[in-house]
């Protein structure tokens, strides 16, 4: 059984930064395919990243170039570095994992409790 514990949200002001973890336990991180996920009140979970086990990533359109995914198996750790962040990326975020390569389908079986992000 796969645990995810997010961390790192927070407040931050327009054209700020912010790095998000995402700490996994309970299985062969390695062989995790795992996104990040958010939620805005009201609206649909969206996918913002993914990467596979090869390190292989995919972003959604409206973060391409301003967030990097990426993870320390060693430490069986993920990371999303969200920079240039405007409040359209004021949301909840998720971490994701699943044992099978999903990319940004939402399908995944494990989740974490989330970390806030707030932009202003």
């Known amino acids: 059984h796969v645990q995810l514990v997010e961390s790192g949200g927070g407040s931050v002001q327009t054209g700020g930064s912010l790095r998000l973890s995402c700490v996994a336990s309970?299985?062969?991180?390695?062989?995790?395919?795992m996104a990040w996920f958010r939620q805005r009140p009201g609206q649909e979970r969206e996918a913002v990243a993914a990467i596979d086990n090869t390190g292989s990533a995919t972003y959604t359109h409206s973060v391409a170039g301003r967030f990097t995914i990426s993870k320390d198996n060693a430490k069986n750790t993920l990371f999303l570095q969200m920079n240039s962040l405007t409040v359209e990326d004021s949301a909840m975020y998720y971490c994701?994992?699943?044992?099978?390569?999903?990319?940004?389908?939402?399908?995944?079986?494990?989740w974490g409790q989330g970390t806030q992000v707030t932009v202003s």
């Open positions: 309970g299985y062969d991180y390695s062989r995790l395919y």
């Open positions: 994701a994992a699943d044992v099978v390569n999903l990319q940004m389908a939402r399908w995944y079986t494990y």
